[in-house]
């Protein structure tokens, strides 16, 4: 992450949203399948088509998006397959998720194919690495827009004495980091979209039947926005998740950024975890605003992102008082 804070901070004026995406998608692919994307921007360019074509009209034919999108999801899975070849002819005791889908057997004994360890890769990029980027983009807008939020967070940083090691332990101390990464999720959830779940059994809500078999849609910003829950819904409060205040608790699955129950986001806690990590080290050292003129409107589809991508002004804070230093 250093590399990446330095390389901004050298470059000054750039279009975060952008830069956030290469960065939450070398972090994946590190921690998934041992791959760099810093050092293979070839891998980084085949999963950018990809992505860009996940939601393109399904019609395949030569130079359309959809086409792309499949021979880039070709290319992947057999970049997958070189890297598990290398795997099982070369074992080591590298811990990414690669090795561990190979290890992995169920009670009977049986490993998982090819075929699903490729697949759960490919899932767990997109859940681990999409959602992630949408998710920082928010909270590096929000703690333009609110400053005194952000003192307060290098207070709590600087209380806790800038610990460099960041393990579980230290990072449930950060309390109101984590009150401030609930309201970003919450005021901007990364999926701007209805989830679907089956009815299993014969129910009534509101004085309406349901049958069993039937699909409930649920949506994730309007929970958000629920005035019954959050007392000025539209205002960005970290205080609501306080623990004197603690809004999101009145009724289960008030803050759902991720979906719930147990079909959540699959990537969920990795991002939890990477954003609390980004979040601590960005506010010690950093400082950025916003450049004037563009537009921060979201675009939702197929994951929320400011319009413009974010242009912020960012620079290395050499005082920690949040004062320019160039």
């Not at 690669?98 to 090819?114: F, M, P, Q, V």
């Not at 975890?273 to 506010?283: G, P, Q, S």
């Amino acid at each position: 992450m250093f590399d990446y804070l330095q390389k901004w901070a050298q470059i000054g004026t750039l279009t975060w949203y952008d830069e956030l995406k290469r960065y939450t998608l070398d972090i994946a692919c590190r921690l998934l399948v041992g791959v760099s994307t810093a050092a293979d921007e070839q891998l980084e360019k085949v999963y950018e088509i990809w992505s860009d074509g996940l939601l393109s009209i399904p019609v395949r034919f030569p130079g359309s998006k959809f086409e792309r999108a499949v021979r880039a999801r070709e290319q992947l899975l057999t970049q997958f397959d070189k890297l598990i070849d290398q795997r099982q002819q070369n074992p080591t005791i590298k811990q990414d998720i690669l090795s561990i889908l190979l290890a992995a057997k169920d009670e009977e004994g049986n490993a998982l194919s090819r075929i699903d360890i490729k697949d759960n890769v490919l899932g767990m990029l997109v859940a681990g690495h999409e959602t992630l980027t949408s998710a920082l983009s928010s909270l590096c807008q929000l703690l333009a827009q609110h400053p005194e939020v952000l003192e307060m967070l290098r207070a709590e940083q600087l209380r806790l004495g800038n610990p460099t090691t960041l393990t579980q332990e230290t990072l449930k101390q950060m309390t109101y980091l984590e009150q401030v990464l609930k309201e970003v999720l919450r005021l901007i959830p990364p999926v701007v979209r209805s989830g679907s779940r089956k009815v299993v059994e014969s129910s009534e809500f509101g004085g309406y039947k349901i049958p069993q078999g039937w699909d409930v849609y649920y949506q994730i910003p309007e929970t958000h926005q629920d005035r019954q829950i959050y007392k000025n819904s539209a205002q960005f409060d970290p205080d609501r998740f306080s623990p004197e205040r603690a809004e999101d608790k009145q009724k289960v699955f008030s803050h759902i950024p991720f979906g719930g129950g147990i079909r959540e986001c699959l990537g969920k806690e990795f991002a939890r975890l990477e954003i609390k990590i980004f979040a601590a080290l960005i506010v010690r050292k950093y400082q950025w605003e916003l450049l004037p003129n563009q537009n921060l409107a979201r675009t939702v589809l197929p994951f929320s992102r400011p319009r413009d991508g974010l242009k912020v002004k960012f620079w290395r804070n050499e005082s920690g008082s949040g004062v320019k230093s160039y």
